[in-house]
């Protein structure tokens, strides 16, 4: 009975310190007021982000977004290996609320990670995507570069979202 009572207690001390650890609260990250989804979809090119193990070696970045008709978003990644090989990666994303600038994102259901929108220009032109750990970090551009001005005043504002650009990797993209 006693080794029975170790383990209940075992797992119990377990299971509270992962609840802690989920309930770690990160400084509030500001989002755009609004997003228009219909705006957003379409292809959206990667002109930089933070380093995250599944991107490692690739170039060419896109996500390619789609809207259906429950209001969720297909999202299809692609990227050009080192080796000249193409990978992707076909996810699903929904809005958490209708400002549709917070949104969870997942690529192996049932898990879903934030992604928010921080930075849109008026004409849908670039985005800048983060989330409230500040592990993550993208800059998304319709095109395969954004002009120096608008890149400048993007990372002149990073440090007030609580990123830091000198972490930021420039990836490649053809021409």
Not at 94 to 106: M, P, R
Not at 127 to 140: N, Q, T
Request: net charge positive; with cysteine; charged share 25%.
């Amino acid at each position: 009975m006693k080794r029975k009572n170790m383990i209940v207690t075992l797992v119990t001390f377990t299971m509270l310190l992962f609840l802690q650890a989920c309930s770690t609260t990160y400084p509030h990250l500001q989002t755009v007021s609004k997003v228009d989804p219909h705006k957003y979809i379409g292809r959206w090119y990667e002109i930089a982000r933070y380093d995250q193990f599944f991107e490692r070696g690739c170039s060419n970045i896109s996500a390619t977004y789609t809207l259906r008709e429950d209001k969720k978003i297909d999202l299809v990644n692609r990227c050009t290996l080192d080796d000249g090989t193409q990978k992707s990666a076909k996810g699903i994303a929904y809005a958490v609320d209708e400002s549709f600038s917070k949104l969870k994102v997942s690529f192996f259901r049932p898990f879903y990670g934030d992604y928010q929108i921080i930075m849109l220009d008026e004409a849908y032109s670039y985005a800048v995507i983060g989330e409230p750990s500040r592990e993550y970090f993208w800059i998304l551009s319709r095109t395969k570069k954004l002009d120096p001005k608008t890149q400048n005043m993007i990372l002149s504002k990073m440090k007030l979202f609580g990123y830091d650009p000198a972490k930021l990797i420039w990836p490649t993209h053809d021409e």
